[in-house]
């Protein structure tokens, strides 16, 4: 798939596809996407590098969940306020941490991205989606 096949009516999220916590978040969303509104695609994938690439950024520096959707991509805790707005979860109340500064709510999330692996875990490889879910996943 070249990146001008992405689907124009739904948000990519890009996401580290051997982190244990990352995969966990996907499966997250997937259950509480209820509108079908979100596709994914690993970092790690051809697809995945053609995108950070068109997005502009450095493959070294990825550490992110990336969130693209209308030809913008956010980073960050900004993608997963985004990304949990669009939710039908209870969790939707942690929508009250998107007030504080974006220098706040990115340290934290930094914090986070930094330890994930040491505290959730890595696989081998990227996650193979089931049948059920391969539609989801672009890559």
Not at 79 to 88: V, W
Request: glycine share 2%; proline share 4%; aromatic share 12%.
């Amino acid at each position: 798939m070249d990146i001008s096949e992405l689907p124009k009516d739904k948000k990519i999220i890009l996401f580290d596809g051997v982190c244990n916590l990352c995969d966990s978040s996907v499966q997250f969303v997937i259950k509480h996407d209820k509108k079908d509104i979100f596709r994914f695609i690993p970092l790690q994938s051809e697809l995945g590098q053609k995108m950070i690439n068109h997005i502009g950024i450095s493959a070294s520096a990825i550490d992110s969940t990336i969130l693209y959707e209308n030809d913008n991509a956010y980073y960050k805790a900004q993608a997963a306020f985004r990304i949990l707005k669009d939710l039908n979860s209870p969790y939707r109340f942690l929508l009250i941490f998107s007030i504080l500064p974006n220098s706040v709510s990115n340290f934290i999330y930094d914090y986070i991205a930094k330890n994930r692996y040491k505290w959730f875990g890595k696989k081998v490889s990227c996650m193979i989606p089931t049948p059920e879910l391969k539609s989801k996943f672009l890559a």
